[in-house]
């Protein structure tokens, strides 16, 4: 089994789950549309509450930066061999198995030091890539991915109500905007994350939507959660590639994310900030 991803840098903390969304003119709406075949109304309450699913979204500045972002909060995450919320002692012990296995995202490069690898860890890597590619994009599909457990449409609903400006942002590029980066969600699926798997490219914890206009959203990449291996290390077949990291935000967790490129690009595969692209209209 193969394990996960982190985060930014900067996080903005999720709304209060007791505050519903408002039905935005550019949210619900937009991931209801006639194509995506999902029926309307969307609890939001149940989709990230103390149980937290961990949404979030990228919004890249020139400096490539995410100053946006919510990494799957820190008392759902999976405590490997504990139950419930962890208590002071189990959270510092976590956190410094999280030190010693993982790095500091505020620390790293945005790519990885590709030649320092292996062949061996070069193939398994991309390797890893493939198979979490190939298990992850019928989940472009929005009701493939909530029956899947991935919730798009509350992850959407959640993240414009908690960032209002993203409904002006997704508007602008339905009137034909481009932008290098448009906005990503990262969508987290409950049950994949207590599933007793890591690095499992079948079952990857989150998913990265990126929006594409007119409603569309398309996978460009899948996250990792590494904790179900606490207290042993995570596994890391591709050595330096994957690497796994924490933040100052969320020092007992270890993500790591893997986004959607050509074989043969592994730097940017297992980059910290999404490829830059242009959106398609």
Same mark, same amino acid.
């Given at each position: 089994?193969?394990?996960?991803? *982190?985060?930014?840098?900067?996080?903005?903390?999720?709304?209060?789950?007791?505050?519903?969304?408002?039905?935005?003119?550019?949210?619900?709406?937009?991931?209801?549309?006639?194509?995506?075949?999902?029926?309307?109304?969307?609890?939001?309450?149940?989709?990230?509450?103390?149980?937290?699913?961990?949404?979030?979204?990228?919004?890249?500045?020139?400096?490539?930066?995410?100053?946006?972002?919510?990494?799957?909060?820190?008392?759902?995450?999976?405590?490997?061999?504990?139950?419930?919320?962890?208590?002071?002692?189990?959270?510092?012990?976590?956190?410094?198995?999280?030190?010693?296995?993982?790095?500091?995202?505020?620390?790293?490069?945005?790519?990885?030091?590709?030649?320092?690898?292996?062949?061996?860890?070069?193939?398994?890597?991309?390797? #890893?890539?493939?198979?979490?590619?190939?298990?992850?994009?019928?989940?472009?599909?929005?009701?493939? !991915?909530? !029956?899947?457990?991935?919730?798009?449409?509350?992850?959407?609903?959640?993240?414009?109500?908690?960032? /209002?400006?993203?409904?002006?942002? #997704?508007?602008?590029?339905?009137?034909?905007?481009?932008?290098?980066?448009?906005?990503?969600?990262?969508?987290?699926?409950?049950?994949?994350?207590?599933?007793?798997?890591?690095?499992?490219?079948?079952?990857? *914890?989150?998913?990265?939507?990126?929006?594409?206009?007119?409603?569309?959203?398309?996978?460009?990449?899948?996250?990792?959660?590494?904790?179900?291996?606490?207290?042993? /290390?995570?596994?890391?077949?591709?050595?330096?590639?994957?690497?796994?990291?924490?933040?100052?935000?969320?020092?007992?967790?270890?993500?790591?994310?893997?986004?959607?490129?050509?074989?043969?690009?592994?730097?940017?595969?297992?980059?910290?900030?999404?490829?830059?692209?242009?959106?398609?209209?």
């Amino acid at each position: 089994m193969y394990d996960s991803d *982190e985060d930014p840098t900067t996080i903005l903390d999720p709304a209060p789950t007791a505050i519903l969304p408002r039905r935005s003119r550019f949210g619900l709406r937009r991931m209801l549309g006639p194509r995506t075949g999902i029926v309307g109304t969307v609890i939001v309450g149940t989709v990230l509450a103390a149980a937290a699913t961990g949404i979030g979204l990228f919004a890249l500045t020139d400096s490539g930066h995410h100053p946006f972002a919510t990494p799957p909060d820190q008392d759902s995450a999976p405590q490997g061999g504990t139950t419930g919320v962890p208590g002071t002692a189990d959270r510092s012990a976590q956190q410094a198995w999280a030190s010693q296995y993982g790095q500091d995202r505020s620390q790293m490069p945005d790519l990885p030091n590709v030649a320092a690898a292996t062949p061996q860890q070069q193939a398994a890597a991309a390797d #890893l890539l493939a198979k979490t590619q190939s298990s992850s994009t019928a989940y472009s599909d929005p009701a493939n !991915a909530q !029956a899947g457990g991935f919730d798009l449409p509350a992850t959407l609903a959640r993240t414009e109500h908690a960032q /209002p400006k993203l409904a002006q942002r #997704l508007a602008r590029i339905d009137g034909g905007h481009h932008e290098a980066m448009p906005p990503v969600l990262r969508v987290v699926n409950k049950t994949n994350t207590h599933d007793g798997k890591v690095l499992d490219p079948s079952a990857p *914890e989150i998913l990265l939507y990126q929006y594409q206009g007119h409603n569309a959203w398309k996978v460009i990449g899948a996250g990792y959660i590494a904790n179900e291996s606490y207290p042993q /290390p995570p596994p890391n077949p591709g050595g330096p590639i994957i690497r796994w990291r924490y933040d100052n935000k969320h020092p007992a967790t270890l993500t790591m994310d893997v986004f959607f490129t050509a074989a043969n690009d592994l730097a940017h595969a297992y980059a910290l900030t999404p490829p830059k692209t242009q959106t398609t209209t």
